[in-house]
């Protein structure tokens, strides 16, 4: 009486080391982890060029417009004119709000580089970039300055 429970063990014992034992479907499951480490990778090389991008665009917008607040003086005589200016030059659409212009009143002469000649038109930009990752929420914020000579 005592064996026929025994023999049962033994028998889904063998079931059981048979199912292990058995390798179909392996390289999918490998293949399945794989493609998402390597999906996972290419999409994070996909948004850090997204940032350096917005970084680039706002770099050129900035210097574009203290440029143009300098020479310009009909297109970009008032910080709005020059904040919208340089939100129409980025290439990225960035809204005028995420720049701020000074003229060279309000301008402190050490942060443009020169103390000796303080006379500059200085625009800097703060944009805060979400990146989309699952389960986290990851934001850095961007951003450029730029100074010209009046």
Known sequence: MIMKPIAALFE????LRAQIKDARGTAAIE???TCMGLLIFLF???EFGFAMWLQSALDYSVAEAARCA???TTLCDTKSKIE??????????FAPSVFTAATPSTVPAA???NPASPNYYQVSASYPLALPIPTMSVSVTLSAQSCFPS
């Open 44 to 46: 994070g090389i996909i």
């Open 12 to 15: 889904a014992g063998a079931a």
């Open 31 to 33: 293949a399945a982890l």
């Open 70 to 72: 300098s020479v310009n």
């Open 111 to 113: 942060s443009c580089g």
């Open 84 to 93: 919208s200016y340089a939100a129409s030059q980025s290439g990225f659409g």
